[in-house]
Antibody, heavy 122, light 106 residues
């Protein structure tokens, strides 16, 4: 059973860069899609982006200019960087594994981390 | 951008069937999945590929998807099913979530 664990600072100053890492245990990163998803306090889920096929990335168009996702398969982990953060970026950030539905371009999120709260404040 | 619309809230009596809808343009041409989220917890996959249940999810959870609407049905709803539910689909490589529906069992 794969397990995901997010780690990173819980407090980031406005205009700085948010950096989070997701450690994957209990399995290899294999041919799965690795995602970041966030949830602002009291709000719904927002997909941020993914890394897939050993390096291909795709981001939410609304965040594309500020985010990047990378991976280090030797450490079984992947990471999120989001620059120029504001208070509006305060959220619980989840990492999640997605499984592809063959030949469809569709995926589903079968495993999630516990989430980590990141507060953007001076 | 592609939008998925869910009712903000649905109420159901214990033992009855809860229906949660998710609307999007030609959603029936995509695969929908559904996630349950209880307070303080991570989301949990309850339906994938429109109507498939992951191992460990009770049979009372079912899904369908046609036209512009995907539907999550929970038959014989129990108090433990009270949670937020989110639909999700992919549009041109972007993941999209519905706004979520709070299911109240009363």
């Amino acid at each position: 059973q794969v397990q995901l664990q997010e780690s990173g600072p819980g407090l980031v100053k406005p205009s700085e860069t948010l950096s989070l890492t997701c450690i994957v245990s209990g399995g290899s990163m294999g041919s799965y899609q690795w995602n970041w998803i966030r949830q602002a306090p009291g709000k719904g889920l927002e997909w941020i982006g993914y890394i897939y096929n050993s390096g291909s990335t795709y981001y939410n168009p609304s965040l594309r200019s500020r985010v990047s996702i990378s991976e280090d398969r030797s450490k079984n982990e992947f990471s999120l960087k989001m620059n120029s953060v504001t208070a509006a970026d305060t959220a619980v950030f989840y990492c999640a594994r997605a499984i592809p539905v063959a030949n469809t371009g569709s995926f589903y999120f079968d495993s999630w981390g516990q989430g980590t709260l990141v507060i953007v404040s001076p | 951008s592609y939008d998925l619309t869910q009712p903000p809230s649905v109420s159901v009596s214990p033992g009855q069937t809860a229906i949660i809808t998710c609307s999007g343009n030609k959603l029936g041409n995509k695969y929908a999945s559904w996630y349950q989220q209880k307070p303080g917890q991570s989301p949990l996959l309850v339906i994938y590929q429109n109507d498939m249940r992951p191992s460990g999810i009770p049979e009372r959870f079912s899904g369908s998807n046609s036209g512009n609407t995907a539907t999550l049905a929970i038959s014989g709803t129990q108090a433990m099913d009270e949670a937020d539910y989110y639909c999700q689909a992919w549009d041109r490589s972007s993941g999209v979530f519905g706004g979520g529906t709070k299911l109240t069992v009363l």
